[in-house]
């Protein structure tokens, strides 16, 4: 989940399995909401989207799931590869002020051999 | 592909200096942000602009300013660099016309003010 700590909460998976990255976001008004993948040295890279009117999202590999009524959203990665080890993080926005988004302080996933 | 370029990987300057950091998109994107990076407090705004000369301030322009003079560049100036300043600034771009398009990052600049 999110934190506003100075230490990013982590998220360990075996290579193979499942991993679920989760985000609490803020703004009830928030319509437009995206995962980030940001490597060791590297800028945030765009993942996934998802709008409101949506509760789910496919693409390769992952899946993100809306909750609106808990202001709730989830990245799932499925079968967890090396590559995957990164911080991810979620942004809202939309809320009118449409060229500005939110970001989460992010989760470091560890895929584990 | 979406390509957003800043023009240096890693930065070390002196307290007082003036310092550019540039960046530059080639998408034809009309938006265009600037953000600090720092542990724990997430990706903060500092300006950002929806057109050629246009700028706004963002959550944190305190120290800062920007310009943009073309489409494609867009530049971050810290006046007086001080020590607080020393962070991770990554810059990003967006298409306009729709509010339900993703911001693109470049790979940051890590800045060090000694």
């Known amino acids: 989940g999110e934190s506003v700590g100075l230490h990013l909460p982590t998220l360990s998976v075996q290579e193979g399995d499942n991993s679920i990255i989760n985000c609490a976001y803020s703004?009830?008004?928030?319509?437009?909401f995206i995962w980030y993948k940001q490597e060791s040295g590297k800028g945030p890279q765009f993942i996934i989207d998802?709008?409101?009117?949506?509760d789910k999202r496919q693409g390769q590999r992952v899946t993100v799931l809306l909750n609106k009524t808990v202001k709730h959203l989830s990245l799932q990665i499925a079968a967890t590869q090396p590559g995957d080890s990164a911080v991810y993080f979620c942004?809202?926005?939309?809320?009118?002020?449409?060229?500005?988004?939110?970001f989460g302080s992010g989760t470091q996933l560890t895929v584990l051999p | 592909d979406v390509k957003v370029t800043q023009s240096s990987r890693y930065l070390v300057k002196r307290t007082g200096e003036k310092v550019f950091l540039e960046c530059v998109q080639d998408m034809d994107h009309e938006n265009m942000f600037w953000y600090r990076q720092d542990p724990g407090l997430g990706l903060r705004l500092i300006y950002f602009s929806y057109d050629v000369k246009m700028k706004e301030k963002g959550d944190i322009p305190e120290g800062y300013s920007v310009s943009r003079e073309k489409k494609e560049r867009f530049s971050l100036i810290l006046e007086s660099a001080s020590t607080n300043q020393t962070s991770m600034y990554l810059c990003?771009?967006?298409?306009?016309?729709?509010?339900?398009?993703?911001?693109?990052f470049g790979d940051g600049t890590r800045l060090s003010i000694l």
């Open positions: 942004a809202e926005g939309g809320d009118g002020s449409a060229r500005q988004l939110t």
């Open positions: 998802i709008r409101s009117n949506m």
């Open positions: 703004n009830s008004a928030s319509d437009y």
């Open positions: 990003a771009s967006k298409a306009g016309g729709s509010v339900f398009q993703p911001q693109h």
